[in-house]
T-cell receptor, first 118, second 113 residues
Framework: GAGVSQSPRYKVAKRGQDVALRCDPI?????LFWYQQALGQGPEFLTY????????KSGLPSDRFFAERPEGSVSTLKIQRTQQEDSAVYLC????????????????FGEGSWLTVV | GDSVTQMEGPVTLSEEAFLTINCTYT??????LFWYVQYPGEGLQLLLK?????DKGSNKGFEATYRKETTSFHLEKGSVQVSDSAVYFC????????????FGRGTQLTVWP
């Protein structure tokens, strides 16, 4: 597609429910990121994939958060037993090449999935 | 650790006014620096970047200069337009962190006609 596509755009979950958020990166992009953006804050890094390999998951806040990219294209972020503090916008981003240097390639962001836990 | 601090908003200006949004950073080594913009209802978009000291990034009339001596990357525009109303995020990236971006909290800009 033309850009990074995320679904659902809006999700309301009851506390304790599991949710799955999908990201379709730009076709052919090697690098894929997930970020969490709380209200009034900047995005915070969650995890990074290079193709299907999850090379950095240091930003995942707890073991309730899990991300996968099994075929190196579409990615899913899963949150188990959601809690109110999980309410945020979840941003997916992709980049054409592997980012191993400070200059790197441009990172393109999707519009985000807005999660509200009630 | 790595971090970015930017001036708190909201910032409200009249059309054609001069804009400055301050950004300072803390990082080891030599990060790349970025300004991203988020228009209402849209995703984050890269506005401009600079990859080494004294570089100036520019786009759409916006400019920012990478100042290593003051660890700053202030965003400026000489004459803002109503269409510039958005949230602006300063960010840094180091090569050793596989492209991970560290963002500031964002500054809301509203421009009135």
């Amino acid at each position: 597609g033309a850009g990074v596509s995320q679904s659902p755009r809006y999700k309301v979950a009851k506390r304790g429910q599991d949710v799955a958020l999908r990201c379709d990166p730009i076709s052919g992009h090697v690098s894929l990121f997930w970020y969490q953006q709380a209200l009034g804050q900047g995005p915070e890094f969650l995890t990074y994939f290079q193709n299907e390999a999850q090379l950095d998951k240091s930003g995942l806040p707890s073991d309730r958060f899990f991300a996968e990219r099994p075929e190196g294209s579409v990615s899913t972020l899963k949150i188990q037993r959601t809690q109110q503090e999980d309410s945020a916008v979840y941003l997916c981003a992709s980049s054409l090449q592997a980012l191993t240097g400070a200059s790197g390639n441009t990172i393109y962001f999707g519009e985000g999935s807005w999660l509200t836990v009630v | 650790g790595d971090s970015v601090t930017q001036m708190e908003g909201p910032v409200t200006l009249s059309e054609e006014a001069f804009l400055t949004i301050n950004c300072t950073y803390t990082a080891t080594g030599y990060p790349s620096l970025f300004w991203y913009v988020q228009y209402p209802g849209e995703g984050l978009q890269l506005l401009l970047k600079a990859t080494k000291a004294d570089d100036k990034g520019s786009n759409k009339g916006f400019e920012a200069t990478y100042r290593k001596e003051t660890t700053s990357f202030h965003l400026e525009k000489g004459s803002v337009q109503v269409s510039d109303s958005a949230v602006y995020f300063c960010a840094l990236r180091r090569g050793s962190t596989l492209g991970r971006l560290y963002f500031g909290r964002g500054t809301q800009l509203t421009v009135w006609p």
